[in-house]
């Protein structure tokens, strides 16, 4: 076999294919980070949701944009080079590729959807929990970020063909795992939310009255789900709802 006939080989030609596509991929994938960056995209994208999530995650909203753009040309000369080959039947293959690239974009749709969504969750949660001082509650937040990314992925592989069963499994056990390890690790956080609904329902102080919960002495000045705030002589004391029941409420009459 001389070289001529070599070179015309599909299987060579669809080689080529393939190398010079990864080639061409790599340095488009760098030249579009380069791009992006010296435009100023990283100062623009800071501190919105999808930034702060994919810094979470050890990149960066570039980064991302720069490799899917390298993806995207590498799929094309893979598709090119299986077509060259004629690896698989040429029409069957290009009608399961133009049925496949909806379901694809659906997906990329539906993960970025998510990041934003656990991005907000994260920040709504923490923001809720912000007055809770138990040191068990900082982990709540990032539990229902990584929910929520966790349920956008099964969505999305389903859109793409992927058998999500095992997965659906795994997010039970999960669930139920999350609810057990919860109770037994919270037992504080909802010992004291149900101490909360007691007060509120019942107000046995209010904002304004001074009280002595323990060895702690001030006025009232908020009453929420998981604690209590009174203030003494420019002090603050955050008393978790929990230990007004376990000290006593004394109610100081001036």
């Known amino acids: 076999m001389d070289w001529q006939t070599l070179i015309d080989e599909p299987a060579v030609i669809a080689t080529a294919v393939l190398i010079l596509g990864v080639v061409i991929g790599y340095l488009v994938g760098r030249l579009n980070e380069e791009l992006l960056t010296a435009s100023g995209v990283p100062e623009a994208v800071e501190g919105t949701p999808f930034e702060r999530t994919a810094q979470s995650l050890g990149t960066s909203t570039v980064e991302i944009v720069a490799r899917l753009s390298a993806w995207f040309i590498y799929g094309i000369a893979v598709l090119t080079a299986i077509h060259i080959a004629q690896l698989l039947d040429t029409d069957a293959f290009w009608l399961r590729v133009t049925e496949f690239i909806p379901q694809v974009f659906v997906a990329v749709l539906v993960m970025i959807v998510g990041f934003i969504v656990a991005d907000k969750s994260e920040l709504v949660v923490s923001e809720y929990l912000r007055s ?58 909802l010992v004291s939310s149900a101490a909360g609904i007691y007060l509120l329902l019942n107000q046995p102080y209010g904002i304004g009255d001074r009280i002595r919960i323990g060895d702690q002495t001030g006025i009232v000045q908020e009453v929420d789900l998981f604690v209590t705030k009174i203030e003494d002589d420019s002090e603050e004391y955050i008393v978790p709802n929990r230990k007004v029941f376990e000290n006593g409420i004394v109610r100081v009459r001036e």
């Open 132 to 189: 809770v001082k138990l040191p068990e509650v900082a982990v709540i937040p990032k539990v229902v970020k990584y929910t929520v990314l966790y349920v956008a992925l099964i969505i999305a592989l389903g859109q793409i063909g992927v058998h999500i069963l095992a997965l659906l499994i795994l997010l039970a056990v999960y669930a139920a795992g999350v609810v057990l390890v919860g109770t037994y690790a919270f037992q504080d956080f």
